[in-house]
């Protein structure tokens, strides 16, 4: 059962364009969400999250933008740089009430190439 | 200097066999886990440690078992090694308190082939 689904293995973007990246989730319990990038041999590295209590979320060049009523989430890239050619993880948590630990449910990710 | 490393990288070897795959994390964090990525892409959970305590054990066969000798570190053995359990294990930490984000730092991760 995918609880978070990443229906776009990949996505080609020509530099300097807008890439925009889509994520849903089925889990309504889910209030924390986050955007990880991982290139080829390393690692998954953070990118930028958003709380459920917001609709949007900027760091520099990536927004990340929450629709809880559809259940979707979607990351912009502008303008898109060749460097950011990587696969692009969406990642959900249910972090309710809080406590020390808390698990991260992943999608399959979207291959993000950048095309000079 | 790596924040979160693990050993070996790459690891082959014959069904049946025993093998273990280390992790140390640097970062002073106080949470540690365990993921896989199997050959359909998805990053699972397998299990997590809090300050040295087993706090997420998801449906993994018995025959892998996790270690966490002290906070800065989580190893993982698995026992009778079978052709599905091929796949890249990435182990994590992260810092999780009221507030916080609670990113993960991954590692670069360990592809085990098992022939």
């Known amino acids: 059962d995918q609880q978070v689904k990443q229906n776009s293995p990949s996505l080609s973007v020509q530099e300097g364009r807008i890439s925009i990246l889509n994520c849903d989730y089925t889990?309504?319990?889910?209030?924390?969400f986050l955007w990880y990038k991982k290139y080829p041999a390393e690692g998954p590295t953070f990118l930028i999250s958003?709380?459920?209590?917001?609709d949007k979320n900027e760091d520099g060049r990536f927004t990340v933008f929450l629709n809880k009523s559809a259940k979707h989430l979607s990351l912009h890239i502008v303008p898109s740089q060749p460097g950011d050619s990587a696969v692009y993880f969406c990642?959900?948590?249910?972090?309710?009430?809080?406590?020390?630990?808390?698990?991260?449910?992943f999608g399959k990710g979207t291959l993000l190439t950048v095309n000079p | 200097d790596t924040a979160v490393s693990q050993t070996p990288k790459y690891l082959v070897t014959q069904m049946g066999n025993d093998k273990s795959i280390k992790c140390e994390q640097n970062?002073?964090?106080?949470?540690m886990y365990w993921y896989k990525q199997d050959s359909k892409k998805f990053l699972k959970i397998m299990f997590s440690?809090?300050?040295?305590?087993?706090?997420i054990n998801e449906t993994v066969p018995n025959r892998f078992s996790p270690k966490s000798p002290d906070k800065a570190h989580l190893n993982l053995h698995i026992n009778s090694l079978e052709l599905g359990d091929s796949a890249v294990y990435f182990c994590?930490?992260?810092?999780?308190?009221?507030?916080?984000?609670?990113?993960?730092?991954f590692g670069e991760g360990s592809r085990l082939t098992v022939l």
């Open positions: 994590a930490s992260s810092q999780w308190d009221r507030g916080n984000t609670g990113e993960l730092f």
């Open positions: 958003i709380s459920s209590i917001k």
């Open positions: 889990n309504s319990m889910f209030d924390y």
């Open positions: 990642a959900a948590s249910a972090q309710g009430s809080g406590g020390s630990n808390y698990k991260l449910t």
């Open positions: 440690y809090n300050n040295k305590e087993l706090i």
């Open positions: 970062l002073g964090h106080d949470t």
